[in-house]
């Protein structure tokens, strides 16, 4: 049990790297080369990050109202949707596309958050190893960390697009791994 528990606080930190840093913070250093490459403007930029905010206070609440079949199920949902969401910034220009598409990534960041939060806490409890459950919002700032190396060193005017994509793929590439664990070793237990 002890074993398992900590699996699943592993398999939340990527959980947590993939939705607050990859599609979260990863675009505040990216949205000053979107407003160069596109006709966005600040007040523009402000509100794309406005939509994102908003999702992310839907998406807190949405587990307390509603679990569409368990919790694992569900943040596996969220976990993909989040990274379609991302994926899809990188396609287009449109400025209403990108709000629709920032909404979705706040709403199942936030969900994600709250699920992760939740079952994580729920399986270190049951070992009594509630206090190193700051290890598990840990991922948050080392994604943070991790993404912003990266954009500094990738990131420009013409590349914005395929930083988009790359921290998509990463973020699916962690996220095969966790379902993979999740599947085949815990029998869909997270």
Known sequence: MKKHAYKQLLLGMIAMLI???????????ILPFMQQDTSMDNQEAGFLATWNYLGYLVGAVIPIFYIYKTKVIDLKIYLALNIISTILMGFTEQYL???????ISGITSGTVFVLTSN??????????REGISGVLYSAVGLGIFLSSIYLYFFASVDSW???????SFTGFGLNCIGFYERKYKYNNKF
């Open 19 to 29: 939705v607050m840093s990859i599609s979260r913070f990863a675009y505040t250093p």
């Open 97 to 103: 596309i990108w709000s629709i598409f920032r909404l």
């Open 119 to 128: 079952i994580v806490l729920d399986s270190l409890k049951k070992i009594q």
């Open 161 to 167: 697009k395929m930083v988009c994509f790359r921290n």
